[in-house]
């Protein structure tokens, strides 16, 4: 949900100075239905082609960790290598490119914090411009929450016209939360693929590490990969939260 508001400044019909707060809605698209399908898909064929060369073709020695050393260890040091490995990327994938007054492309793009935006002034939030005459979302919707505030500075503007320039700046801002929640889905993919690349290629299998019984080498690629692809944070809550079972239970 997005929503933008800015204060008023407009002249009664006797010539006097009021302001009131103006604010324009817009609910914010999921991600697209392609995007998640491609992403899952990437990530399923993914996982049956790291079956396969592992069956087939890479066959290696599974890692195996010391007595009394954290079998964990391993999958967060991979995960943390992978996130900086993939950190270039973050900064440059689907930044939500759309021509000068054209429509945007679908993508993702990190979006003025928080559900409700506040207009800054034009000074603050002019974006800069591009080579050939493109932009990104995020400095379209900051455009136009600027001409929106400048709109609403403007004593003479009708309420009308700084209400639809406040919707405009809304949609644009809505627009950006839909492409970062389909940037976000693209790059789960992404690092997840790559994860199951890194279990299956190197033999970094978490289940069978923790585990006292055999455990089907496939589904371990699979857990793993998408473990290492989930990156360190969840990686460490899980480990947080096992240590505090076992804690509790002896």
Known sequence: MATVTVTNVEKDAVGHTTTSQVSGVKPADPASRNVVGWSIASVVIAIIVMCVLYRYVIKPHAIKTVSSYVPYAGVVAVSAALERFLEPLSQRIMQGNTSQGGSTSQGGDSQPQGGQSQASPPAAAAPKPLP??????????????????????????KSAAVQDAVDAAANDVAQ??????????VFWAIASVCGIALSGGFGLFLLQSISTSMVNPYLDLAVTGLTIGAGTKPTHDLITSLQAKSGSSS
């Open 132 to 157: 050939a005459n493109r932009t990104t979302m995020k400095q379209k919707a900051a455009a136009s929450m600027a001409a929106a505030q400048k709109a609403a500075a403007d004593p003479d503007m």
């Open 176 to 185: 950006v939360e839909t492409l970062r929640t389909n940037r976000a889905v």
